[in-house]
C-alpha cells in the first residue's frame, strides 16, 4: 500500500486494518474517505482505485474517485475507469454526474453535456445535477436558459445559480431581460453580493456610466450597517476608476456602520492611486500590522509610483514565500529594473520566456474562425474588470465550446504550448515560472477580444495563469492601423498610472495566426491603432502541479 499520513485515531486504525486485509474493500473505501476528510485527495484517489481493482465497475468507488480526481486535477487518469464504470451502471445518476464533471474539467464539453443529460433524466430533481447540467450547456456555448430556469426552480436561494441564468440570458441576447431579473432577484434577496458585482459589470458593459452601482444603494438604505455590501460597492467603483466616488462611499459607510478595516483599507488605495502620496501613507502605516497580502501588494505599489522602489522591494519580496507571491513578482520586477538589480535578469530576461508561433497553416480556416469569434462579442462596451480599452470581451470559457473552429484551435493552441514548455529553460525552484513543469496541458481561462478604432490593452497582468497569450485572428490591413508600433504588443511596460519611466523590454508586431506566449506575471499590453478592426484570442495556461 502506498504510504499514506492519516490524521487521528480514525485513520491510523484504517491503515492498519487495510494492511492486514488489503483484499478488504470496504475497509479500502473507508481509509479513502478519511484521506479525503484529512485533505490528502491524492492518496485517497489511489485508495478508491484499488477498491475498483477489487470491484470492477463499482459505481459508488467510481463516483467518489472521479471527485478525488476533481480535487488533484487528474481528471484524464480516471477518465476511462469512470466512464467504464458509467456504462456498467446505466441508472446510477450520481456516477453520470461525475462522468460530466470530469469531462467538463478537460473542456470535453459534447460528452460533458450527455453525461448530464443522461443524469438529470434519471434525477430529474436533484439540484446540484441541473445545476451542473445547465452550466455544461452554458459553457458548450448552446442555449442553456430553460436549463439554468429549471434549475433555479429547484434552489431559488442559490446565488451561483441566479448568476449562471444572468450569463445565459446575455449570452442568448436578452441583456435587458437579464438586467430585468437581476433587479427583481435582488429586490427579494438584497444581501446577494455578487449578484448586485454581476449586476454592476453588466450594465458597465452595456455602456452605463452612471447608475450601475444603483442596486447596491437601495441594498444599502434597507441595510446601512451590511459591511460586505459596503466592500463590494466601494470593489466596484475602484475597479471603475471612481476612485473620488469610492472615497465618498467610504465616509457614508463609516457614518452609518462605524469604523471598520474595510474602510480603513480602501481610503488608502484610493488615496494611492488618485496620488494623495502623503495620505495614502498615513493610512498604510497605520495599517502596518494587518496581514493582508491583497493590501501588501497595493501598499507596494502605491511606494514605487512615490519613488520608493527599494522600500517596495523590502515590503514585497516576503510575499514571494506566500500564497499571494504572483501578485507581488510583477511589481518586484519593476523594482529591480528602477535599481539595475541583476535579479530582475533572472526573474524575466531570459528569451525562452518569451516565445512567437506561426499557427496559420494549423488552423483550417482563420476567416471562418473570425466569423464564429465576432458571433459571441454580444457586448457593446468594454468589461468593468479587464484591460480592455475601446473593444468588448466575450463572457465564459472559449475553449469549452464545441463548433468546430474552436475545437481545431485549441488543439492547435495545446501543440503549440507543448513545444513552448519544451524549449524552457532548466528547472529553478526558486522561479516562479520555471520552478515545476510537466503534467497535461490546462487552461484557467480563455475568450476572444475585438477591438476597434483607438482600442488597446492597459499594461496588466494574469496572476491566474502560468503562461498567457496573444493570438491574432483578423487584424487591420496597414494602412488603416497607423505607423508602427500601431496595435503592436508590448511585453515588461509600467503600468502608465504608476508613472515609472520604464518602457517595454520587448514589442511583438501582430500578424494573422501568429500566437505570443510569454509569463502570466510580466507585465503586457498593447498599442493603440487609427482604424479597423483587431481580433484576437487570448487564454491563461494553468499553472503545473
Not at 456602520?257 to 495614502?280: K, S, T, Y
Not at 529553478?428 to 477591438?451: E, K, N, Q
Amino acid at each position: 500500500m502506498a504510504a499514506v499520513h492519516p490524521q487521528g485515531d480514525e485513520g491510523r486504525r484504517l491503515v492498519a486494518a487495510v494492511a492486514a486485509a488489503p483484499r478488504d474493500a470496504e475497509l479500502r473505501r473507508a481509509l479513502a474517505a478519511s484521506l479525503a476528510r484529512a485533505g490528502e485527495p491524492r492518496a485517497a484517489l489511489e485508495q478508491y482505485r484499488s477498491v475498483l481493482g477489487l470491484k470492477p465497475n463499482d459505481p459508488d468507488a467510481a463516483a467518489d474517485m472521479g471527485l478525488m480526481a476533481l480535487r488533484c486535477r487528474a481528471e484524464k487518469e480516471v477518465l476511462g475507469p469512470v466512464r467504464s464504470a458509467a456504462g456498467a451502471n446505466p441508472g446510477h445518476a450520481r456516477l453520470w454526474q461525475v462522468l460530466g464533471l470530469v469531462h467538463r474539467a478537460l473542456d470535453e464539453l459534447a460528452p460533458a453535456m450527455a453525461a448530464f443529460d443522461r443524469a438529470a433524466a434519471l434525477a430529474p430533481q436533484d439540484r446540484l445535477i441541473a445545476h451542473g447540467r445547465a452550466r455544461a450547456w452554458f459553457d458548450a456555448g448552446k442555449p442553456a436558459v430553460d436549463l439554468f430556469e429549471r434549475a433555479r426552480r429547484l434552489t431559488p436561494d442559490d446565488e451561483s445559480v441566479f448568476i449562471g441564468l444572468m450569463a445565459a440570458l446575455v449570452a442568448a441576447g436578452r441583456s435587458e431581460e437579464a438586467v430585468t431579473a437581476a433587479q427583481g432577484a435582488l429586490r427579494r434577496n438584497p444581501d446577494w453580493v455578487v449578484v448586485h458585482a454581476t449586476l454592476a459589470s453588466h450594465l458597465w458593459a452595456m455602456g452605463a456610466r452612471e447608475g450601475f452601482t444603483a442596486s447596491f444603494e437601495a441594498a444599502l438604505r434597507a441595510s446601512p450597517r451590511n459591511i460586505l455590501l459596503w466592500k463590494e460597492l466601494v470593489s466596484t467603483l475602484i475597479h471603475a476608476g471612481r476612485y473620488e466616488a469610492a472615497l465618498e462611499a467610504i465616509g457614508r459607510g463609516r457614518a452609518v456602520a462605524g469604523p471598520h478595516l474595510v474602510f480603513d483599507a480602501n481610503e488608502a488605495i484610493c488615496r494611492a492611486e488618485l496620488g494623495d502620496a502623503a495620505a495614502a501613507d498615513r493610512l498604510y502605516e497605520r495599517l502596518a500590522e494587518v496581514n493582508d497580502p491583497v493590501l501588501t501588494v497595493r501598499h507596494v505599489r502605491h511606494l514605487l509610483r512615490s519613488g520608493r522602489p527599494e522600500e517596495a522591494e523590502r515590503i514585497g519580496l516576503p510575499l514571494t514565500r506566500t500564497p499571494a507571491a504572483k501578485d507581488v513578482w510583477p511589481y518586484l520586477s519593476l523594482a529591480w529594473r528602477l535599481t539595475a538589480n541583476p535579479a530582475w535578469e533572472w526573474l524575466e530576461g531570459d528569451p525562452r520566456l518569451v516565445g512567437t508561433y506561426e499557427l496559420a497553416e494549423a488552423i483550417p480556416s482563420l476567416e471562418a474562425l473570425a466569423a464564429s469569434l465576432r458571433a459571441l462579442h454580444l457586448t457593446t462596451h468594454q468589461p468593468l474588470i479587464q484591460s480592455v480599452r475601446g473593444g468588448t470581451q466575450t463572457d465564459g470559457m472559449l475553449f469549452a465550446r464545441t463548433e468546430p473552429e474552436i475545437r481545431s484551435l485549441r488543439a492547435a493552441v495545446v501543440e503549440a504550448v507543448q513545444g513552448h514548455i519544451a524549449q524552457l529553460p532548466p528547472p529553478d525552484p526558486r522561479h516562479p515560472v520555471l520552478a515545476r513543469r510537466g503534467g497535461d496541458v490546462r487552461f484557467t481561462g480563455s475568450w476572444s477580444i475585438r477591438l476597434t478604432a483607438g482600442g488597446s490593452h492597459t499594461n496588466h497582468i494574469h496572476p491566474a495563469g502560468w503562461f498567457s497569450s496573444a493570438l491574432y485572428v483578423s487584424l487591420p490591413d496597414p494602412a488603416e492601423r497607423g505607423p508602427e508600433p500601431a496595435g503592436w504588443l508590448t511585453l515588461g511596460e509600467a503600468p502608465s498610472e504608476l508613472q515609472l519611466d520604464l518602457p517595454p523590454t520587448r514589442l511583438v508586431e501582430p500578424k494573422a495566426g501568429r500566437l505570443v506566449l510569454f509569463p502570466s506575471i510580466m507585465w503586457h499590453g498593447t498599442r493603440p491603432f487609427a482604424a479597423g478592426e483587431r481580433l484576437t484570442v487570448a487564454f491563461d495556461v494553468a499553472p503545473p502541479v
